[in-house]
């Protein structure tokens, strides 16, 4: 069995040094499950690598991209998550974050997560948790690897931008987009 190793070193370009996360990759690994182990997203992984398929070899040696979120900003999305998904499924927990993700990457909505959040339009919050305080509560360990799943699955998905429960949503604007899927009791739209 080859075992996995992460090295961090310093590579030279003129005169600026750059630190680079490599990864070794172990027998029956994947791209995705490497790209959820880093936190990064799976096209990211792939574009730096240079792979055009999924095919990995053991002892292959991977640059990690850099990560594209900060500790913080997962640990908000995470509170996001548990707090508008607890009790949900976890393929709908990984769903709410990755509307958050999609959201930063759409020109029609900030560019952070923290700014995605805590946006206000006519003068409401676009997630309740915000409004009613619950994203100030700890998040469960599954809404973590829901915000690691999301972040691998980061451009992959079906666009949506928009997450509802049809039991007590209002919105006639919202009710009418393009519904991407539903998961328990969340119907996802864009």
Same mark, same amino acid.
Request: net charge positive; proline share 4%.
């Given at each position: 069995?080859?075992?996995?190793?992460?090295?961090?070193?310093?590579?030279?370009?003129?005169?600026?040094?750059?630190?680079?996360?490599?990864?070794?990759?172990?027998?029956?690994?994947?791209?995705?499950?490497?790209?959820?182990?880093?936190?990064?997203?799976?096209?990211?992984?792939?574009?730096?690598?240079?792979?055009?398929?999924?095919? /990995?070899?053991?002892? %292959?040696?991977?640059?990690? !991209?850099? *990560?594209?979120?900060? #500790?913080?900003?997962?640990?908000? &999305?995470? +509170? /996001?998550?548990?707090? %508008?998904?607890?009790?949900? !499924?976890? *393929?709908?927990?990984? #769903?709410?974050?990755?509307?958050? &993700?999609? +959201?930063?990457?759409?020109?029609?909505?900030?560019?952070?997560?923290? *700014?995605?959040?805590?946006?206000?339009?006519?003068?409401?919050?676009?997630?309740?948790?915000?409004?009613?305080?619950?994203?100030?509560?700890? *998040?469960?360990?599954?809404?973590?690897?829901?915000?690691?799943?999301?972040?691998?699955?980061?451009?992959?998905?079906?666009?949506?931008?928009?997450?509802?429960?049809?039991?007590?949503?209002?919105?006639?604007?919202?009710?009418?987009?393009?519904?991407?899927?539903?998961?328990?009791?969340?119907?996802?739209?864009?």
């Amino acid at each position: 069995m080859i075992l996995a190793s992460v090295f961090c070193g310093t590579f030279f370009l003129g005169s600026h040094a750059y630190a680079v996360t490599t990864h070794t990759v172990k027998h029956r690994e994947t791209l995705w499950n490497i790209a959820k182990q880093y936190g990064v997203p799976l096209k990211q992984l792939q574009k730096q690598n240079g792979k055009y398929t999924n095919v /990995l070899f053991s002892g %292959e040696t991977l640059v990690i !991209p850099k *990560a594209t979120i900060s #500790a913080s900003e997962k640990d908000l &999305l995470a +509170r /996001l998550v548990h707090a %508008e998904a607890k009790g949900e !499924p976890y *393929a709908g927990k990984v #769903a709410v974050a990755t509307v958050v &993700l999609n +959201r930063v990457d759409h020109p029609d909505f900030p560019d952070t997560i923290r *700014a995605v959040i805590y946006e206000r339009s006519g003068g409401h919050y676009a997630f309740t948790p915000v409004q009613n305080g619950t994203i100030h509560e700890p *998040a469960d360990r599954e809404a973590y690897q829901a915000v690691e799943e999301a972040l691998a699955f980061r451009g992959l998905g079906n666009g949506s931008l928009y997450f509802y429960n049809p039991k007590t949503a209002k919105s006639n604007w919202l009710r009418s987009k393009q519904v991407t899927v539903v998961i328990g009791n969340h119907v996802f739209a864009k």
